[in-house]
Every structure is written in structure tokens, then in C-alpha cells.
């Protein structure tokens, strides 16, 4: 039996062809073998799902609002944020200031209550921050400022013209800057 071309066979094989190919492309580019969770998961043809792309954790599951409790403490701590500074024009030292002098106010007044009824004082914990904190915080701002004026000596001794005048420019430009804002 010798199969012939007729066109028959030839519109049969046509058809056959594209019916086969229209069932394997689907809006998602997936396998054929993917479940319908897998599909939602990788929407616009993604290769990992968003949980993964977002890190994975409790992040992603705060963005994505997997844990509501969270997410929405989030939410409203970012709101309350945003109403201080914005609305109220706080910025962050005197934002920094009332705090401290609430906590100071609040430990004052539990101290003294302590006394009122018959209660011992309650020590409170002392907040001591190490010195090594701040020598290596000095140490890293140093660092930062010489290599910046090893910087502008290298280029007010380099002899490139166009390059001096572009950083006196800046730096200028910078001044200017900052004598407006203050």
C-alpha cells in the first residue's frame, strides 16, 4: 500500500497539523503537563513564581499579603510615617527628640508611681551603646574624607585642564546648592 499524495491526504494532513499546534500554544507558554496552579502561579510566561522573584521569606509573604497581620501593621506603620512627614512637616531629628522625650516622660512617671504605691522601684535597663561603635564608625568617615581629598589633590596635580575646571564646577555648583537649602 503506497501512500500517495492526493489532496486529500495532503488538506487532511494540513488540518491534522494545525489542529495539533493549536492545542499545544496556550496564552501561558507552559507545558502541556502544567497544572492549572502552576499556570496561575506563572501568569505572562515567568519562569519562577513572584514569591521566589520577591525573595522568598517573610518579606514576599508581607508584599504579598500572605500574612495579613503583618502586611497590615506594615501598612499603617508606612501611613503613620508618611502622615508625620509630610502632613505635619516632622523630620527625623525632631521626630527623634519627642521620642526621647516621651520615653523620658513615661519612665519619670513609672518611677515616681512606683513610690506612690508602696511598690520598690523598678530598675530599668540601662542603654549603653560600646564605644567601639563610634571609633569604628569615626574610622570609616575618615577613611571616606581622605580618599576624597586624595581624589581632588590628584586632580588639581594632574595637569588635565578640562577635568580641573569640571570638578571646580561641581563643587561650585554644590555650594550653591547647599546655601539655598540652608
Known amino acids: 500500500m503506497s501512500d500517495k499524495i492526493t489532496p486529500e491526504n495532503l488538506f487532511n494532513n494540513i488540518v491534522e497539523t494545525l489542529a495539533d499546534k493549536h492545542k499545544s500554544v496556550s496564552f501561558f507558554e507552559e507545558e502541556k503537563s502544567s497544572s492549572v496552579a502552576t499556570q496561575f502561579n506563572r501568569l505572562f510566561g515567568r519562569q519562577k513564581p513572584v514569591h521566589h522573584i520577591l525573595g522568598g521569606g517573610k518579606s514576599a509573604d508581607c508584599l504579598l499579603w500572605r500574612n495579613k497581620k503583618i502586611s497590615a501593621s506594615v501598612l499603617t506603620a508606612a501611613t503613620i510615617v508618611w502622615v508625620l512627614f509630610e502632613w505635619l512637616n516632622y523630620n527625623f531629628l525632631s521626630l527623634l527628640c519627642f521620642a526621647l522625650v516621651l520615653g523620658m516622660f513615661v519612665q519619670f512617671l513609672w518611677t515616681n508611681a512606683s513610690g506612690l504605691l508602696n511598690r520598690n522601684p523598678s530598675k530599668a535597663p540601662r542603654f549603653v551603646i560600646p564605644e567601639d561603635f563610634f571609633v569604628n564608625i569615626a574610622t570609616m568617615v ?41
Open 142 to 182: 575618615g577613611t571616606e574624607v581622605n580618599r576624597g581629598l586624595r581624589f581632588l589633590q590628584d586632580i588639581a596635580c594632574g595637569g588635565n585642564l578640562k577635568q580641573f575646571l569640571i570638578v571646580c564646577l561641581s563643587l561650585c555648583l554644590l555650594t550653591l546648592v547647599l546655601l539655598s537649602i540652608i
